[in-house]
């Protein structure tokens, strides 16, 4: 079991920036990959980018693409999603998420919703003047 404890959200005006931290506890010896998701009300959640535990590889959905950057501290078993440009279309409650995979295919696959086992409980992001 893992267990997955998002921080860091909160209201910014656009064109700021937010760190979003997600610790992860229990089982976090062996090799994942970490992923973030957001859902905006009214709509399915999608994935934004994730990240190997074991490998430097990453992976960004198109519309986070150049603004966006996960990193990974292995010693503090902790994942972080920085933010810049915000957006008001980026608001929305960020989800972190943990697949028993190190693997990447380096495609929309590795952002499946369904490929992830553990989920953190959610932090709320509001872009908004």
């Known amino acids: 079991q893992v267990q997955l404890v998002e921080s860091g959200g909160g209201l910014v005006q656009p064109g700021g920036s937010l760190r979003l931290s997600c610790a992860a506890s229990?089982?976090?010896?062996?090799?994942?990959?970490y992923g973030w998701f957001r859902q905006a009300p009214g709509k399915e959640r999608e994935g934004v980018s994730c990240i190997s535990s074991r490998y430097e590889t990453t992976y960004y959905a198109d519309s986070v693409k150049g603004r966006f950057t996960i990193s990974r501290d292995n010693a503090k078993n902790t994942v972080y999603l920085q933010m810049t440009n915000l957006k008001p279309e980026d608001t929305a409650v960020y989800y972190c998420?943990?697949?028993?995979?190190?693997?990447?295919?380096?495609?929309?696959?590795?952002?499946?919703?369904?490929?992830?086992?553990?989920w953190g409980q959610g932090t709320q992001v509001t872009v908004s003047s």
């Open positions: 229990g089982r976090t010896w062996d090799y994942y990959t």
């Open positions: 998420a943990a697949d028993l995979s190190p693997y990447l295919s380096n495609s929309d696959d590795d952002l499946r919703s369904d490929r992830y086992d553990y």
